[in-house]
C-alpha cells in the first residue's frame, strides 16, 4: 500500500498555487471565466445526448457492416468534443471532472479519506461520499486540484 501510494503521488504533482496563495480579486476572476466554461460544458453535455440519439437511430437504419464505422465515428466525434469543452480550471488549467485529488469538490476541504478497491473516496470535513463515474453523487463546485471555487451550481 505505501508502494502504492508514493508511486501515485510521483504520477500526480499537485499545482504550484492553490486557493490559499490567490487573492480575492483572482478568485473572483476565475470564477467570472469559469461561468462561460461551465456554460459550455452543460451545452457539450446536451450535443452529446442528441449525438447519441441519433447515432442509436442510425444503427437501426444501418446494416452490421456499417455499425463498426459508425460506433468509431461516434467515439472520435465524442472524444473530439469532449477535448475542446472539458472545463479546466481557470486557476491552474486543469480538468476540473478528474477523479477527486486534493482538495474536495463540494466544500473545498483537503481532508479527504483515501479510499480504495470497492470503496469510495470520502471527505472528511463535510461528510461527501465522492463516489466517481456514472453514479458520481457529489457536484463540482471547486477545482480538485488547487481548491479554487468555481460555480455554486455546481457541475
Ligand atoms: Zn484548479
Ligand atoms: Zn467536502
Not at 459550455?40 to 437501426?60: E, M, N, P, S, T
Not at 461516434?74 to 472539458?86: G, P
Amino acid at each position: 500500500m505505501g508502494e502504492y501510494r508514493s508511486f501515485r503521488l510521483l504520477k500526480y504533482s499537485p499545482p504550484e498555487k492553490t486557493a490559499a496563495n490567490y487573492s480575492e480579486s483572482e478568485k473572483n476572476q476565475f470564477q467570472e471565466s469559469f461561468k462561460r466554461r461551465a456554460r459550455d460544458y452543460r451545452i457539450f453535455k446536451y450535443v452529446v445526448l442528441g449525438l447519441f440519439l441519433v447515432f442509436a437511430f442510425a444503427l437501426i437504419k444501418f446494416s452490421r457492416a456499417e455499425e463498426f464505422y459508425l460506433s468509431l465515428t461516434f467515439v472520435c466525434t465524442y472524444v473530439f468534443l469532449y477535448l475542446l469543452f472539458r472545463p479546466l480550471c481557470p486557476a491552474c488549467s486543469r480538468n476540473v471532472m478528474a477523479e477527486v485529488k486534493i482538495f474536495c469538490p463540494e466544500c473545498g476541504s483537503d481532508r479527504i479519506s483515501p479510499g480504495g478497491f470497492m470503496r469510495a473516496k470520502e471527505c472528511l470535513s463535510c461528510g461527501e461520499v465522492l463516489r466517481q463515474g456514472k453514479g458520481r453523487s457529489y457536484k463540482v463546485r471547486r477545482c480538485t486540484h488547487c481548491g479554487v471555487f468555481l460555480d455554486a451550481k455546481g457541475l
